[in-house]
């Protein structure tokens, strides 16, 4: 069975710095990899997502994320953060299953913006 | 498009108390799915649909009920709601294959 791992439950940027989510997954074949984000008593929106080609994928909102066979890492960065950017985040890897695409969800990274 | 819909927003149920959680979209999507999100723990998969007629259980099925009888509609039930149910539910949906799961609003449940 697949799994993710967010190893950060918070993470603080100053408004301006770089950013980096960190994203370990865990999956027997070629994954499905997501990355979505979710304010504050909303629903979830999709930043990116990796099915296959070139590793380096870019996203909406100035977000990319790398995806690392050798490590079984997707994570997400950002050049320079905006304090829009605070919100939760989650790395999904993805199993067709059915003709259906069953996401596993990592347990979310809270990013807090410091003005 | 409207997307993905749910209704209730919010919901406030006592134990024992059944209800329905009702999800619809409008993109033809055939495959729609249920999460529950609670705090620490991400989202985890309920239930899901890969067409009309045909469901299946996720990680976390126990307590709930699904059908599919239309390609628009999904509804959760749950038929005795217990404290352990309180969290925020998600309906999501998206086409066959690996492709992008668009998410619903969520409905906020609280079982006393």
């Known amino acids: 069975a697949q799994s993710v791992t967010q190893p950060d439950i918070h993470i603080t940027v100053s408004e301006g710095a770089s950013l980096e989510l960190r994203c370990n997954y865990s999956?027997?074949?070629?994954?499905?990899l997501f990355w979505y984000v979710q304010s504050p008593g909303q629903g979830l929106q999709l930043l990116l997502k990796?099915?296959?080609?070139?590793?380096l994928v870019q996203g909406i909102k100035g977000f990319e994320a790398e995806f690392k066979r050798s490590q079984s890492s997707f994570n997400l960065r950002k050049p320079s953060v905006h304090w829009s950017d605070a919100a939760e985040y989650f790395c999904?890897?993805?199993?067709?299953?059915?003709?259906?695409?069953?996401?596993?969800f990592g347990t979310g990274t809270q990013l807090k913006v410091e003005l | 498009n409207a997307g993905v819909t749910q209704t209730p927003k919010f919901q406030v149920l006592k134990t024992g108390q059944s209800m329905t959680l009702q999800c619809a979209q409008d993109?033809?999507?055939?495959?729609m799915s249920w999460y529950r999100q609670d705090p620490g723990m991400g989202l985890r998969l309920i239930h899901y649909?890969?067409?009309?007629?045909?469901?299946d259980q996720g990680e976390v099925p126990n307590g709930y009920n699904v059908s599919r009888s239309t390609t628009e509609d999904f509804p959760l039930r749950l038929l005795s709601a217990a404290p352990s149910q309180t969290s925020v539910y998600f309906c999501?949906?998206?086409?066959?294959?690996?492709?992008?799961?668009?998410f619903g609003p969520g409905t906020r449940l609280t079982v006393l």
């Open positions: 999501a949906s998206s086409s066959r294959g690996a492709d992008t799961q668009y």
């Open positions: 999956y027997g074949a070629t994954p499905y």
């Open positions: 990796y099915f296959s080609g070139d590793t």
């Open positions: 999904a890897v993805g199993a067709l299953t059915g003709g259906g695409n069953k996401l596993t």
């Open positions: 993109m033809n999507h055939e495959y």
């Open positions: 649909s890969v067409g009309a007629g045909i469901t």
